[in-house]
Nanobody, 123 residues
Framework: VQLQASGGGLVQAGDSLRLSCAASGRTFSRYDTGWFRQAPGKEREFVAAISWSDSSTRYVDSVKGRFTISRDNAKNTVYLQMNSLKPEDTAVYYC?????????????????WGQGTLVTVSS
């Protein structure tokens, strides 16, 4: 599976962005997909994940109520809608996939990674 993340950019606090993760290769519809982010000088952290089997979702507490992960299997794409952005959301955002069905938040459980897209939120 090859993943291509896009949609990042420079926005102001309170604005919205939608990230996309386009997949090619194997049957993406049977892969869990997650979004992770890495801020400068910090470790990569889990943001959100969605299961392929029942579209159940999981979020880190800091984005609950602001971010929404969704998938369109027909388009082989997973989205991360980010609303009410804050300066602390500034990071490179990565999408990742794994051939399982548990919307895992564990970075090490993901086998495939995209190249990352930069989100910068100014105050």
């Amino acid at each position: 599976v090859q993943l291509q993340a896009s949609g990042g950019g420079l926005v102001q606090a309170g604005d919205s962005l939608r990230l996309s993760c386009a997949a090619s290769g194997r049957t993406f519809s049977r892969y869990d997909t997650g979004w992770f982010r890495q801020a400068p000088g910090k470790e990569r952290e889990f943001v959100a994940a969605i299961s392929w089997s029942d579209s159940s979702t999981r979020y880190v507490d800091s984005v609950k109520g602001r971010f929404t992960i969704s998938r369109d299997n027909a388009k082989n794409t997973v989205y991360l809608q980010m609303n009410s952005l804050k300066p602390e959301d500034t990071a490179v955002y990565y999408c990742a996939a794994r051939p399982d069905s548990s919307s895992s938040s564990q970075l090490y459980e993901y086998d495939y990674w995209g190249q990352g897209t930069l989100v910068t939120v100014s105050s």
